[in-house]
Structure formats: C-alpha cells, structure tokens
C-alpha cells in the first residue's frame, strides 16, 4: 500500500504554530537585530515553510511588530510615570523602565528592540515616532516647561545608555549591581533633568 500523497500548498498550522514563529523571531531579532533577520530563517527556526510565516505576518515588519511587542504598553507605562508626585517623577522613570529589562520576556524584547533599532533605520522611525506620541509627548505636557522635550530627550538618552551598559554590553560594575542601587544612582539624574 502507498502512502498518501501530500497536496501541495502551506503545511496547515497547528494551534502553537503562530507563536512558535513570534518566539523564533523574537530570538533571532534579538541576537541578530532587524537586518539580519529573515523570514526564511525565522521559518526554519520555528520548523516550519516561509509561506506558513507569511501565511501570518504579510512582511517582517509585520512580524518584528508582533515579536516586539513590549510587555507593557506605552500608554501605560506614561501613565504610571505621571501617576503621583512631580518631585518623584525621576524614581518613577528609572523604577518603570528599568523594570521592563528586569523582567525574562521583558529582558528578551528590549534586547531584540535596541538591536534591531540600531541596525534599521526604518525601525528606528518607528520607535521615534510611536514613543514620542505615546509616551514622550504626555511627559512633556505635564512638565508645562519652554524645553520639555530637550529635558525628556536627556532622559531617554540617560536610560538608553544605561540599558545598552547593563543589558547589551554587560560593562561591570554596572551590569552587576542591584536593581535598587541602581535606580537610586539614576533616580537623581532624571528629576535634575526633568524639573531642575
């Protein structure tokens, strides 16, 4: 007896395939960055045929977007930012961001983030234009200040460097010490540039 002939066409998915292809993809943008990912390699991570991948996501933006997905949602983490005392609002910027690299996934998706921003130009507009308008703006409204998005810049460009130091490139001590210590070290540095 012969066995059955496969008809030609996308393997069907199974019920985990979808996020089997966002985990691959996940892992392969943050070891590899944007560019050097492929849609073909995100598919033979995951087992699967590159037409089942694009199956789901019709680009590998589409895809970077889904496996990028941050583990708090923008809106939300300026909520929390701007949620209680001005005179606290750089402990809460340090506490917030700092926390989402803390976090395994969390860890995983900034990793994949800044590297596939630093490789993208496209991907970096995206990130310039989505969190300037969902967190950037906000922060910059409430401080009601000529240079506010100067101050909120420096800001970000303070958490940037210490992210790339401790999560990207490991430089001691700063990769090592506690969390706390850290954002007590940071704390200061942001309200200075916020409101002094």
Request: proline share 6%; aromatic share 4%; glycine share 8%.
């Amino acid at each position: 007896m012969t066995a059955p002939r496969r008809t030609p066409g996308r393997r069907p998915g199974g019920p985990d395939t979808r996020g089997e292809i966002v985990q691959a993809a996940r892992e392969s943008f943050a070891d590899k960055g944007f560019s050097a990912t492929s849609i073909r390699a995100v598919a033979r991570q995951a087992g699967v045929d590159a037409a089942l991948v694009h199956h789901y996501f019709d680009s590998k933006d589409e895809l970077f977007i889904e496996a990028m997905a941050i583990p708090v949602d923008p809106r939300q983490i300026a909520a929390q930012i701007l949620d209680g005392p001005r005179e606290e609002i750089g402990r809460r910027v340090a506490t917030v961001f700092l926390g989402i690299w803390e976090s395994p996934e969390g860890a995983q998706r900034m990793k994949a983030l800044f590297r596939s921003i630093l490789t993208s130009d496209e991907v970096a507009r995206m990130m310039r234009e989505g969190i300037g308008q969902m967190i950037i703006q906000p922060i910059s409204q409430v401080l009601d200040v000529p240079d506010a998005q100067l101050r909120v810049g420096l800001v970000a460009s303070q958490l940037v460097g210490a992210a790339i130091v401790r999560y990207l490139v490991g430089l001691e001590p700063v990769a090592s010490v506690d969390i706390e210590t850290l954002i007590d070290r940071l704390a200061p540095v942001l309200q200075q540039h916020l409101t002094g």
